[in-house]
């Protein structure tokens, strides 16, 4: 079945820290998304990325990094510089090109960070 | 600056009867799309429902369907026959721009928690 793979779905993490989450898709979308989820708030667009080795800064990208050398993988780092790294992250995919309107997000289980 | 505003932070609903999610939205844009997704405790965020601006029928999937009110600004989902396993969040959330480019990049409002009783 495609999907989009995860991992790992908690981590904990000592303050001053980088801490890596891995984000798989076998959906062969084109487009690739990271968002950070805090209680009582909606999500958040931290980087995304629409074609190999190239990717954009979303609304809170400070203190986080990504890479995307393969369309299949995603993977954000979060740095020691992220003030407040304890959130769920959740990564998505969508494809460029499909039906007209609705090019849907999918997106993985999540992963639940943190920061002791 | 585009804005998604659910005011239901918690909605009850018995089994068998519809429910009604409000959404509202701020755009200036004239070509955007609204969508709803469902998280359940797990975590996983599932697609609902989708809405297109120039969209002249309101959208349905089963036993969901958008109540698109445009000079309104608001899409609130309905939801019909509640069951158990629709006790979950909901967000409402909205695309910039044209479906065209292909990118999606997406607003959330804060979401609704439902509680479908027995």
């Known amino acids: 079945d495609g999907g989009i793979t995860q991992s790992p779905k908690y981590l904990f993490r000592k303050e001053g820290q980088n801490v890596t989450l891995s984000c798989e898709q076998n959906l062969n979308h084109d487009a690739m998304y990271w968002y950070r989820q805090d209680p009582g708030q909606g999500l958040r667009l931290i980087y995304y990325s629409q074609i190999v080795n190239d990717f954009q800064k979303g609304d809170i990208a400070e203190g986080y990094s990504v890479s995307r050398e393969k369309k299949e993988s995603f993977p954000l780092t979060v740095t020691s510089a992220q003030k407040n790294p304890t959130a769920f992250y959740l990564c998505a995919s969508s494809p460029l090109k499909g039906r007209a309107g609705a090019n849907v997000l999918t997106f993985g289980a999540g992963s639940r960070l943190t920061v002791l | 600056a585009q804005k998604i505003t659910q005011t239901q932070p918690g909605m009850f609903v018995q089994e068998k009867e519809a429910v009604t999610l409000d959404c509202t939205y701020d755009?200036?844009?004239?070509?955007?799309?609204l969508f709803w997704y469902k998280q359940p405790s797990s975590g996983e965020m599932i697609f609902l429902i989708y809405q297109g601006s120039y969209d002249e029928q309101n959208a349905t999937e089963g036993r969901y369907s958008l109540n698109f009110q445009k000079a309104r600004k608001s899409a609130n989902l309905v939801i019909s026959a509640s069951q158990l396993g629709d006790s979950a969040m909901y967000f409402c959330a909205m695309r910039e721009g044209s479906a065209n480019t292909g990118f999606q990049k997406l607003v959330f409002g804060t979401g609704t928690r439902l509680l479908v009783s027995p």
């Open positions: 755009t200036s844009d004239q070509s955007y799309g």
